[in-house]
């Protein structure tokens, strides 16, 4: 499986970026992001059928998790950037469609989000 993910950028806070992942398979997905000097985390998931997502409570009504299985992407909206979104983000698959932030088998390159005060 390749994950590919794109969009990364600086931006000033209050800003906007749109992240996606491009994902060829039936997986549950989501972004985990790591900033210098602390562990990866979680940030949102969704089911393979998209009827689930999980966030973590820093960014609930935020970011927006998405995903368009016809053309096999994923997607991070991300909102009212803060600076402490700054981070490398990945995408990440999870062979078990249902998976919610647990297990996640395949992993992508990061892409880098800067966010400017």
């Known amino acids: 499986v390749q994950l590919h993910a794109s969009g990364g950028g600086s931006v000033q806070a209050g800003g906007s970026l749109r992240l996606s992942c491009a994902a060829s398979?039936?997986?549950?997905m989501a972004w985990f992001r790591q900033a210098p000097g602390k562990e990866r985390e979680f940030v949102a998931g969704i089911t393979w059928s998209g009827s689930n997502k999980k966030y973590v409570d820093s960014v609930k009504g935020r970011f927006t998790i998405s995903r368009d299985n016809a053309n096999n992407m994923a997607y991070l909206q991300m909102n009212s950037v803060k600076p402490e979104d700054t981070a490398v983000y990945y995408c990440?698959?999870?062979?078990?469609?249902?998976?919610?932030?647990?297990?996640?088998?395949?992993w992508g390159q990061g892409t880098q989000v800067t966010v400017s005060s």
């Open positions: 990440a698959a999870a062979q078990d469609r249902l998976s919610l932030g647990t297990k996640y088998d395949y």
């Open positions: 398979g039936r997986y549950a």
